[in-house]
């Protein structure tokens, strides 16, 4: 089957399948999509194999409107209170125009905070990092993965500097944004030196939160 363009034909989730502590939860408050897609082919996301299976079967990367997005969000908050929201796109920021759009329209209709991730080098700009904080964005997940070079981009083809890691982490700390790190351990070719070498980084970048998994 084709990919299915117009996201917003798609009905709003069946919320009361959960508790309403679901949609209150201390961090992240309620969880929400606003894209489906992420364009990077990283080695060990399951986005490479998905991108193939439907090469030439509509766009990978689709967005929904605000319009959309925001009818959503104050039924979550109608419904359940929610207090904030977790935007759980995979890049939230990709189309920085849209990203910037997008906050100017939350801060006047949603105004409550939220949550982010996305990708180191699509959070290297100082407009949109403000424009992130103006709008309540509190916290953003940054993906380091690995302080190694090699093991970043040749092994898992993160295509990403260390000066984009440091630089990221610094405009969100500038911005008053609340940052987390993502790493793993245990990538092939790991070594003690590589494992001190991720360390390293998230000691120089200082996030307020550090998560690790072993691959």
Do not use: W
Not at 4 to 18: E, H
Not at 153 to 180: G, P, V, Y
């Amino acid at each position: 089957p084709n990919l299915l363009d117009d996201l917003d034909s798609i009905a709003f989730p069946d919320r009361d399948l959960l508790e309403e502590k679901y949609y209150n939860a201390e961090l992240t408050g309620a969880n929400i999509l606003t894209a489906r897609g992420c364009p990077f082919p990283c080695s060990f996301c399951q986005n490479k194999e998905l991108m193939r299976i439907y090469k030439g079967k509509g766009k990978f990367v689709r967005y929904r409107s605000f319009d959309n997005i925001f009818k959503e969000m104050e039924l979550v908050i109608e419904k359940y209170n929610s207090p904030s929201f977790y935007i759980s796109d995979e890049i939230f920021t990709l189309n920085k125009k849209r990203a910037i759009g997008f906050c100017q329209e939350y801060k006047s209709r949603i105004n409550k905070p939220f949550m982010i991730q996305t990708r180191i080098d699509h959070l290297n700009d100082e407009e949109l990092t403000k424009s992130l904080s103006d709008a309540g964005c509190f916290m953003v997940n940054l993906a380091i993965e690995s302080g190694n070079d090699f093991l970043r981009n040749s092994i898992l083809n993160k295509r990403i500097s260390k000066e984009q890691i440091i630089r990221a982490f610094k405009l969100a700390k500038d911005h008053n944004i609340m940052t987390t790190s993502f790493n793993m351990i245990g990538i092939p070719g790991e070594t003690k030196k590589t494992i001190q070498e991720t360390i390293n980084i998230n000691k120089k970048v200082k996030p307020d939160r550090i998560l690790c998994t072993i691959f």
